[in-house]
Structures are given as C-alpha cells and as structure tokens.
T-cell receptor, first 112, second 114 residues
C-alpha cells in the first residue's frame, strides 16, 4: 500500500491563479480531510468528507473540494491569495471515530 | 468553539528522563484522543490513541486520560534525542453521526538533550 499520496510536493503560484492539490489513498478509507499547517498555528481543518459523494467545510473561502470516489480528494484553490501560503496536509482514516488519521507527506504551497 | 490546548514549549529534558506532555480539551462529550509526533519538515505520524479513562502503555509511551478533568497526557520514558519533535494532541468530537474530523492542538515542541 502506498498510503496517502499527495502531489505536488512543492509549488509556487501567482496571486489570482488557481490550482488543484491532489490527494489519493489506497486503504479504502471512507473519511478524508484537508488541513493546513502554518508556523505556530497548528493544524487547521479546511474540508472533510465522510464518504464518496459527501463533503463538509470548516473554512469556506478560497477553497473547494470534490469527492467523486473513495480514493481521491482533490483540493482546489479558486483564486490564490498570499494568505493561502502554507503546508497542506491530506489525511484519511476508517469510518469510525476511534481511528486516527494517516497523513500524506504534504504540499508546500507559496503564493506570490 | 472546539478547543484543544497544549503548552507550545519548548520542553527540554535530559536524555534518559521522563518527558511529560499535556493537553486539555473543551468539549466534555469528546470520545477519542490521539497523540501524533511530527519531525521538522515531515507530516504527523500517529503514536498513541486512547478512548477510556486511565493509562495505556505502548513501549516507552504511556497515554493518560481523565475525562472528568478533560485532560490527556503523554509520558515518554527513557527519552532519547530521536524523540525530539513536536507532539500534537488531537481530539475526536462527539456528534450524532459519529463521522467527525479531528481537532488538533498547536503542539508541544520537545527537545531531548544528550
């Protein structure tokens, strides 16, 4: 099993551009989430999905997701802003509250 | 407001000592508690989970949970320089559906000095 795979690992984006961060897992986990991590701020939840076809959000502005199947959970930055410069972490887990997440290796995004 | 609080540190302990990391949470109905270790430049990795009051031991790690005090801790015995990392506390909040995201604290940076 590859676990949780995120691409790209690094990217520089210009303000106003859009891009999609890819996340895929091969563990048949129903639950997937996107977090961003900034220095001194810990992990902040952006979006989560309890199953294919469902999504819910914590941070509504500037991000969008889709969950068309179990494996993939891409995060789209609609019109990038410098405030979205961060490390983005994708995670998945089994559909039971007592299971912890498995994290991907992250995407380090810089918006200039 | 769902909150998970940790002392940011740094917490410095000598090699071989016991490191004690603490975490408090705001929602009394929380069900599951997790400790993650994160090395600099790497993603978090799960090291302990605990669901019931009391202690849970795994090798050099012991997680302690006190739901009445809304407090969870992680003890690392015989601390090694390789334990130097940021430790994140995470809580699964109770909702009717059971499908809830984890909420993380900001982490405590641990430094084990040889």
């Amino acid at each position: 099993n590859a676990g949780v795979t995120q691409t790209p690992k690094f990217h520089i984006l210009k303000t106003g551009q859009s891009m999609t961060l890819q996340c895929a897992q091969d563990m048949n986990h129903g639950y997937m989430s996107w977090y961003r991590q900034d220095p001194g701020m810990g992990l902040r939840l952006i979006y989560y999905s309890a199953a294919a076809g469902t999504t819910d959000k914590e941070v509504p502005n500037g991000y969008n997701v889709s969950r068309l199947n179990t494996e993939d959970f891409p995060l789209r930055l609609v019109s990038a802003a410098p405030s979205q410069t961060s490390v983005y972490l994708c995670a998945s887990r089994w559909d039971r509250r007592n299971y912890g997440y498995t994290f991907g290796s992250g995407t380090r995004l810089t918006v200039v | 407001q769902k909150e998970v609080e940790q002392n940011s540190g740094p917490l410095s302990v000598p090699e071989g000592a016991i490191a004690s990391l603490n975490c408090t949470y705001s929602d009394r109905g929380s069900q599951s508690f997790f400790w993650y270790r994160q090395y600099s430049g790497k993603s978090p990795e799960l090291i302990m989970s605990i669901y019931s009051n009391g202690d849970k031991e795994d090798g050099r790690f012991t997680a302690q949970l006190n739901k009445a005090s809304q407090y969870v801790s992680l003890l690392i015995r015989d601390s090694q320089p390789s334990d130097s990392a940021t430790y994140l506390c995470a809580v699964n909040w109770a909702l009717n559906s059971g499908n809830t995201p984890l909420v993380f604290g900001k982490g405590t940076r641990l430094s084990v000095i040889a």
